[in-house]
């Protein structure tokens, strides 16, 4: 009786400690994740902000940052273009006609409907919305 017990705890045990591994495994892409978007979506206020100080790009009149699928690249402070790469399970997706968030002096934002960080590991979707009018920048989170 003691020794089927024992067995019993044993084996629920290992079960819920394969659980625990997994729970961690996923928490933890998720943080990248987050971290990702959240550094994403902080190089865009800080462009659209230096934008509305009239802080430009030189030649070309607007700042922006240029949109692949694993990677962007973005204006840093000494205006020299930064390569960012997107960690494997990440890639970016974008709507409209140029693979580019424009930020123009006037508006604060140019034309881009939508740009969205997926993560196909935890299956996580984040999309940033620019609101043209305001320049707002929010984000909407989903699962897929």
Do not use: C
Not at 46 to 73: F, K, M
Not at 114 to 120: G, H, Q
């Amino acid at each position: 009786m003691l020794v089927e017990i024992l067995i019993y705890l044993l084996i629920v045990s290992i079960v819920i400690a394969m659980v625990g591994l997994l729970n961690t495994s996923a928490r933890k892409e998720y943080t990248e994740f987050d971290r990702e978007g959240r550094l994403l979506f902080a190089h865009m206020k800080r462009i659209q902000l230096a934008t509305l100080y009239g802080d430009l790009q030189h030649g070309v009149g607007v700042n922006r940052i240029l949109l692949e699928p694993h990677a962007y690249r973005y204006m840093n402070d000494t205006k020299g273009l930064v390569y960012h790469t997107l960690p494997d399970s990440m890639h970016l997706e974008f709507t409209g006609r140029r693979a580019a968030i424009t930020f123009e002096m006037a508006r604060g934002i140019g034309k881009i409907y939508t740009v969205t960080l997926v993560d196909d590991k935890i299956r996580y979707k984040r999309t940033y919305i620019f609101a043209q009018q305001s320049g707002r920048i929010r984000w909407e989170e989903s699962r897929f």
